[in-house]
């Protein structure tokens, strides 16, 4: 259903007849059983009196009387918990808010106004970011969305602050490539019952209650709901975002059992400028807060968003670049430590951290600065293009890139660095030495492949095979033969402008260099069956050398083709024709020409290959390399393949053919 321009979101009727049944009598809550715990802010006391015996003992029985958390039609009525849950698992581009949730406690606090106030006790803490209410005025408004700043008790935009929504279990809504679809209420066959759901949503600019109790949502455009809905979830999310390192603050980095486990040099590698981070983040969001504070109807926040992030936000770009060095020690004290391991196991399973690991925590700056341009991005896709406010969102998502290439770049360069000096203490050279280290130079791909040699006798020639092990880098390629796990003699390189690569199947082996290596690889089981050729046209010694190698499987095969290949083609392929997916699970890279992956990120396919690999570019960066293909659902819709090629030229600067 498509709303008319201009005009409000038309809801589904809901015809009298439709049975209405409770989610605690649904089928799904059924399965469950009947006697459930609920949350008490949930439910009021009141008095029953039995019509059929007035003497009973049972007049004067005490029972609870559920509250519904739908006051009126403005929440979405979702047809069938079951077939929520199924549908959402399986449609590529949608919000899985549900794999998120790990309580029922937690989502029943996680964004739905209620009309009293949950009453929290009050930790000794940092001073926590509140998100203030904003309240009507008595009268109408005067101007759209200028309301008085009257406060009133339990009406916050964040009720229930202490358990609000972490940064971990937060999905923007931005980062969902079918938000937009997702947004409209679905037609309501006539045969089906609606369930009123107690689960509530997170908070949304259309839930917030000055929003509802004054009909903002109806009077204004489809379109500039969308925008305001894309605004507020900047500013909601930096408030679940702040949360999250305050946590990460106050039970780990503060904490004094945990820091007498480890040395100074160890916690300060672990939390670098993490509080710097926090008191940036922290100026941001107030100034986020007092524009919303100021005015329920935000025009813009382009200009904060610019302002903080070309000056404030200074202190990400050097907790990236020590991102080598958190990982590094944490995986070493975890390895070797058993105290700080012990320690660190019942701080994470204290109730204030929700069971949440501390890696998770110590991550959310990287997360977060490389999704704030996903979310100006769709505040752009919102605005009109004819205002001038569109030219201000893309001066602010320009600079938001910047800083997420900053930040990449840092941490890039200080993974490059520390790599090249390990490698370069690994490698002996049995000829004339190669100077290895530079600041220019990083590692492309390493790893060991089989060499098909032919050696001659007096009277025949025989193949035999050795195993040899490739250091591939921008510029150059080491060849070594490898004697431990950290130490490698080097028999050859040459310079990657000298290297020609094409790949060998088996009906190609005839014209091999090595004339009977067909007869030696399938007279024998072989694991390295995946042969590729490899000519050197000028080593060390000025010679030319040509090589036969076998990778262990289709892909590494692939990837070393791609890898000893010079010319990438990525600027010469359209873009617009190559597949798109979404990741639907995290992967972290473990290899250098790996391509580390969040949950939504979309990537464009340049390679498949059938053992179950891609090789793909991130959208929302530019950045390649491979990935599996079971972290990953094809993109289907047209209108989604063509939104995300705009998207990937607001945020690259790209010239795309949509």
């Not at 997702?182 to 949503?201: N, T």
Request: proline share 3%.
């Amino acid at each position: 259903m498509s709303p008319e321009q201009g005009g409000a979101p038309q809801r589904p009727a809901c015809p009298q007849e439709q049975p209405v049944v409770l989610s605690t009598n649904s089928p799904a809550a059924l399965k469950v059983g009947t006697q459930q715990i609920i949350p008490k802010s949930l439910a009021s006391e009141i008095k029953v009196t039995s019509k059929v015996n007035s003497q009973n003992a049972e007049t004067s029985r005490r029972v609870l009387k559920v509250r519904s958390m739908v006051e009126s039609l403005s929440l979405p009525l979702v047809a069938d918990a079951e077939e929520e849950a199924e549908g959402d698992l399986d449609s590529p581009g949608t919000l899985r808010r549900g794999l998120r949730s790990t309580s029922y406690r937690r989502a029943v606090v996680s964004g739905v106004d209620f009309d009293g106030s949950s009453n929290f006790k009050k930790k000794n803490r940092m001073s926590q970011p509140v998100l203030k209410a904003v309240v009507e005025d008595k009268e109408k408004f005067s101007s759209l969305g200028r309301v008085k700043k009257k406060m009133l008790k339990g009406q916050g935009t964040f009720d229930g602050e202490e358990n609000a929504v972490l940064y971990q279990n937060y999905k923007e809504k931005a980062l969902d490539i079918d938000s937009d679809e997702e947004s409209e209420p679905r037609e309501q066959k006539s045969d089906e019952k609606v369930v009123f759901h107690y689960k509530p949503l997170r908070s949304t600019w259309s839930q917030l209650s000055v929003v509802k109790k004054n009909g903002l949502s109806e009077a204004i455009s489809q379109e500039e709901r969308k925008r305001q809905e894309a605004i507020f979830e900047v500013i909601s999310s930096e408030h679940s975002y702040l949360l999250s390192l305050e946590i990460l603050i106050r039970m780990f980095k503060n904490s004094r059992e945990l820091s007498l486990t480890m040395t100074k040099t160890e916690s300060h590698h672990l939390f670098s400028n993490i509080t710097d981070v926090y008191e940036a983040s922290k100026k941001f969001f107030k100034e986020l807060e007092a524009r919303h504070q100021n005015n329920i109807f935000i025009d813009d926040i382009s200009d904060i968003v610019e302002k903080h992030t070309s000056s404030t936000f200074d202190p990400y770009v050097k907790y990236c670049t020590n991102e080598v060095y958190q990982q590094r020690t944490l995986q070493k004290l975890l390895a070797t430590n058993p105290a700080f391991k012990e320690v660190l196991s019942r701080i994470e399973s204290h109730e204030d951290c929700r069971n949440l690991p501390m890696i998770s925590f110590l991550i959310l700056p990287m997360q977060r600065v490389t999704r704030l341009p996903l979310l100006m991005d769709t505040i752009c896709q919102k605005t009109p293009k004819d205002s001038p406010k569109y030219e201000n969102c893309k001066q602010a998502l320009k600079e938001v890139s910047k800083l997420v290439r900053l930040c990449n770049e840092g941490a890039r360069k200080m993974e490059r660095t520390e790599m090249m000096y390990t490698i370069n203490s690994q490698l002996e050279f049995k000829i004339k030495p190669f100077p290895l280290v530079s600041s220019s130079r990083w590692l492309v791909k390493r790893g060991e492949l089989t060499a098909y040699v032919e050696d001659t006798g007096l009277f025949s020639k025989r193949t035999s095979k050795q195993q040899v092990y490739f250091f591939l880098f921008n510029d150059v390629l080491i060849i070594t033969k490898k004697k431990s796990e950290e130490s490698y003699n080097v028999t050859d390189y040459s310079l990657r402008g000298q290297l020609v690569v094409q790949q060998c199947d088996s009906e190609d082996l005839t014209s091999s260099p090595v004339k009977n290596a067909s007869t030696m690889l399938y007279s024998r089981q072989s694991s390295a069956a995946y042969l590729f050729r490899l000519a050197v046209l000028s080593n060390h010694a000025g010679e030319k050398v040509e090589m036969l190698l076998g990778a262990e499987t289709q892909s590494d095969r692939a990837r070393w083709i791609t890898a000893l290949g010079q010319d990438r083609d990525g600027q010469k392929t359209d873009r617009t024709t190559l597949t798109q997916v979404e990741i639907i699970r995290t992967y972290t890279a473990k290899q250098s020409d790996e391509l580390s992956l969040q949950v939504a990120d979309v990537v464009l396919v340049y390679q498949k290959v059938n053992d179950g690999w891609y090789e793909g570019e991130r959208l929302r960066d530019g950045e390649r390399g491979w990935f599996p293909m079971e972290c990953a659902k094809e993109i289907t819709c047209r209108a989604t393949i063509d939104k995300n090629m705009e998207r990937m030229g607001r945020l690259l600067g790209l010239e795309t053919n949509v």
